[in-house]
């Protein structure tokens, strides 16, 4: 044992960090908040605030001008340093005020595709009587900043877009709200972590297979009343997911929008259709099939066919209708095999 070690534990000496004080200070700062849900009131202790790379640049001119009024003798130098000087506080204080007491809450997030972009909606409140200017919002994934100016009394929307790159629930990421009015001398943030998310649907997969020919095991499965792909039916609205030879560009060509139309065609596909992951040839992995079987409900549902997905024990019933492929888009959203 050295004479340092032996000092050390008679006076129990500890590194500054290791001290309570020092892990309290820690925690009151930097630790990161859970999701909050409701409404959620930005008070001072929230904000953070500090010069921006113009605001450091005007600093040091003002030093260099302070110390040549103070060499020179310069009374003018002086007053024309203090004044700067003043016009960068008060322009601090209005900075802090634009993000200081503003109320936010979250909205909402419809669920999308893998591979799209999620838009989670969140609204900032400006109960005050001062409007506020040039405030940003970015996600910690999200592709660009949004910004927006929130006049007073009155509240804003805004959709933060977050990239959408696994199926599944995708938890909205932490809020980052920043401003720099009015003179961008002063850079002031805080964080939110709004209570929000929204499913990702499988990406609906570009394979050319036709919906299956068979119930998939359920009694009764004869009929086939539904349309297939054998003798051409007429035209339909293009969905996600439509097999490239089945797009109807002659029909599209007649019309004067840019509606994309897909050709519809009969016989081959029973009135009921149970979609299962038993239905997707094995060489396929997981996600692939997911994707595949999502294709399907969409083209089940464009066809107006009773269907249903099953996902080993889970079971979503036979059924059509938007609620009804939501459901089933959820299941595949969520499968955890």
Not at 19 to 38: D, H, N, V, Y
Not at 152 to 174: C, D, K, Q
Not at 195 to 206: F, G, N, W
Request: glycine content about 10%; hydrophobic content about 45%.
């Amino acid at each position: 044992m050295n004479q340092r070690t032996a000092l050390r534990g008679l006076f129990h000496v500890r590194p500054w960090r290791e001290t309570e004080f020092a892990r309290r200070l820690s925690k009151k700062i930097f630790q990161p908040r859970g999701p909050e849900s409701g409404e959620v009131f930005i008070n001072q202790r929230r904000v953070f605030i500090v010069p921006t790379g113009a605001g450091f640049m005007l600093a040091g001119m003002l030093l260099a001008l302070l110390l040549g009024s103070i060499n020179y003798s310069l009374g003018l130098g002086y007053v024309l340093t203090f004044m700067v000087v003043g016009i960068a506080w008060v322009g601090m204080i209005f900075t802090f005020r634009n993000l200081a007491h503003l109320r936010l809450r979250p909205a909402r997030a419809d669920p999308v595709y893998c591979g799209t972009i999620a838009e989670f909606r969140v609204v900032l409140n400006n109960q005050t009587r001062f409007d506020r200017y040039a405030i940003n919002l970015s996600a910690d994934d999200s592709l660009a900043p949004v910004g927006a100016d929130v006049s007073a009394a009155s509240e804003t929307v805004l959709v933060v877009p977050v990239s959408a790159t696994r199926r599944g629930r995708l938890i909205m990421p932490r809020i980052r709200l920043e401003t720099r009015f009015p003179l961008g001398l002063w850079r002031a943030w805080s964080y939110w972590q709004p209570a929000l998310d929204c499913l990702v649907y499988p990406r609906p997969s570009e394979l050319d297979m036709p919906l299956p020919a068979t119930q998939g095991g359920q009694p009764g499965g004869e009929g086939h009343s539904g349309p297939g792909s054998e003798d051409f039916a007429g035209i339909r609205p293009y969905v996600a997911g439509d097999a490239p030879r089945h797009i109807a560009w002659k029909a599209m060509a007649r019309h004067a929008d840019d509606t994309r139309l897909t050709k519809m065609f009969e016989g081959g596909l029973p009135a009921e259709l149970w979609l299962e992951l038993s239905n997707v040839p094995s060489r396929y992995g997981i996600e692939a099939a997911l994707s595949l079987l999502t294709r399907w409900v969409l083209e089940a549902e464009a066809r107006q066919l009773r269907y249903g997905v099953r996902l080993g024990a889970l079971e979503s019933g036979l059924a059509h209708g938007e609620a009804h492929r939501d459901h089933c888009l959820a299941m595949l959203a969520l499968y955890q095999g």
